[in-house]
């Protein structure tokens, strides 16, 4: 936002509840992504479910953001950048509430995985799981500080991300072409780590929203950042 | 359509200038905005595209040059009155004579000599349906002007200024002592003008900016700080000023 201080203090009030709600629902997103693959790694069910019921907390605040924003819209009529940043926190709050479905389907998954035996072949998860994780906080730090340069930075980070969603669904369909006693498993951590896939997605999608909020740049499908 | 060129304007005979070097192109058949704060100058500008100022003795274009329609408009040769002809204008405070609604809108015309009734009958009725009024009004045209709400005043001002066909509609915050529907229905009206008439208007509400027009200009202290598409100003201004002034920031 910008250093000059509205009129109306109020606008300014209402616009700085929304930044920090928006920051909130990423920390509770964020939060929810870490203690369900947690939970998966040290076969924790009680932190798979907190998972589930922490949910519930991300969808009210949702729905809250969206609420206030249009509070905002009606009552200030933001133009420019101020109108860019009610629309940005509205579409990168969406994306937050879905990388936290996602964390719940992780974390029903990962029930379902520690009701059987062990297995190595979990670990085959994790570069593809840090990866999104550091997508996520780097979007969500772009958001808070307001940098093109953060979210330009999330966007590299893609082609890794597939390479390790790749190499981990590569393992584990090759453990399926075999007869195996923990093929469910496997199925499952193939669903899994395509979940951690779609974070990094949605982590892009923060970015360039980002991106659309400083710059007022649209990049998606394709498009490039002028200076 | 009207090229304004390098133009400083002094209401005191060039002692001080309110206007500054100010250069913009108003595109035909389109609405151009004047915004920015109250004393920089819009009102100012608007006047001096119809010589308005002409009336203020001491008031003097002293840089460059008005050109409308290819015309120097302070050229010597150029007669004010006969410039007004091709150039309406339509006013904050709604002015109707103290006449019948009819000779309100037919008056131009009859300055212009037409006398026939049944000429000046087909114009009459075709500016105040032009001005979306001809419904609310055709049963009492011979009523007087000033018993219309403030609303139907200035929407018969805005008739009386086309019935005489002028090339150029300015307004200067045509719709500040309007309601909120009486506001909506000059706005209509005014985007329907715009097929026919290339139209100026002056005002404060960034909503009715961002809604009307086509091309907005931002003064501040007399000079243009930016003019541009209105979408761009109201989306993405490129200059700073410009969006402090219509985000609502200190100035
Ligand atoms: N007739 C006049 N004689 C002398 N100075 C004038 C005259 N009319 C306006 N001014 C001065 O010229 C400057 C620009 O005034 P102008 O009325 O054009 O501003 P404006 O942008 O239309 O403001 P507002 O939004 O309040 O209508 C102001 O400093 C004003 O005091
Ligand atoms: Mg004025």
New binding site residues.
């Given amino acids: 936002m910008d250093t000059k201080g509205h009129i109306l203090t109020e606008f300014d009030d209402a616009l700085t509840s929304l930044k920090k709600n928006t920051i909130a629902i990423g920390t509770l997103a964020q939060k929810n992504l870490e203690n369900a693959l947690s939970g998966l790694t040290q076969r924790d069910t009680a932190l798979c479910n907190q998972v589930i019921a922490d949910d519930e907390e991300v969808d009210q605040l949702e729905m809250q953001i969206d609420n206030d924003s249009l509070q905002v819209m009606a009552k200030f009529r933001p133009f420019a950048s101020d109108l860019r940043m009610v629309i940005s926190s509205m579409k990168i709050t969406h994306n937050l509430e879905r990388i936290s479905d996602h964390a719940v389907s992780i974390a029903k998954r990962s029930r379902k995985i520690i009701k059987n035996s062990e297995i190595d072949e979990i670990s085959y998860i994790e570069p593809a799981y840090h990866q999104a994780l550091k997508m996520l906080q780097i979007s969500l730090q772009s958001y808070s500080d307001s940098s093109t340069e953060l979210a330009l930075e999330v966007l590299s980070m893609d082609t890794d991300l597939s390479k390790f969603h790749k190499q981990a669904t590569k393992t584990y369909t090759k453990r399926l072409e075999e007869p195996c006693d923990h093929y469910k498993t496997y199925l499952n951590l193939v669903f899994i780590v395509r979940w951690i896939e779609r974070v990094g997605d949605l982590a892009t999608n923060i970015a360039e929203d980002v991106i659309f909020m400083q710059s007022a740049q649209d990049i998606r499908h394709g498009g490039d950042l002028e200076d | 359509m009207i090229q304004i060129d390098n133009v400083s304007f002094s209401?005191d005979l060039g002692k001080t200038n309110?206007l500054r070097n100010i250069s913009l192109d108003i595109p035909e058949k389109k609405v151009t905005s004047f915004i920015?704060p109250?004393?920089?100058?819009?009102?100012?500008l608007l006047r001096c595209l119809n010589r308005m100022n002409d009336l203020?003795e001491t008031s003097r274009v002293t840089t460059g040059e008005i050109r409308i329609m290819d015309k120097n408009i302070n050229a010597k040769d150029v007669d004010a009155i006969e410039l007004r002809k091709n150039i309406g204008m339509v006013f904050q405070k709604y002015n109707p004579f103290p006449k019948s609604i009819y000779d309100n809108v037919a008056y131009g015309l009859r300055i212009q000599g037409i006398k026939k009734k049944d000429i000046l009958d087909a114009a009459v009725e075709k500016a105040l349906r032009g001005a979306a009024l001809w419904d609310e009004v055709k049963d009492r045209l011979k009523d007087s002007a000033l018993g219309l709400s403030g609303g139907q005043q200035q929407r018969l001002c805005i008739a009386r200024t086309t019935a005489v066909q002028p090339k150029i509609i300015l307004m200067d915050e045509p719709c500040s002592a309007l309601d909120p529907i009486a506001t909506a229905k000059v706005e209509e009206l005014i985007t329907e003008l715009r097929n026919d008439y290339t139209i100026v208007i002056?005002t404060?509400s960034m909503q009715q900016a961002s809604r009307i027009s086509d091309k907005t200009a931002f003064?501040y202290l007399g000079e243009l700080i930016e003019y541009a598409d209105t979408d761009t100003i109201f989306q993405n201004p490129a200059q700073k000023q410009t969006e402090d002034y219509i985000s609502g920031r200190f100035g």
């Fill in positions: 209401y309110v920015g109250s004393g920089c100058g819009k009102s100012t203020v002056v404060h003064f």
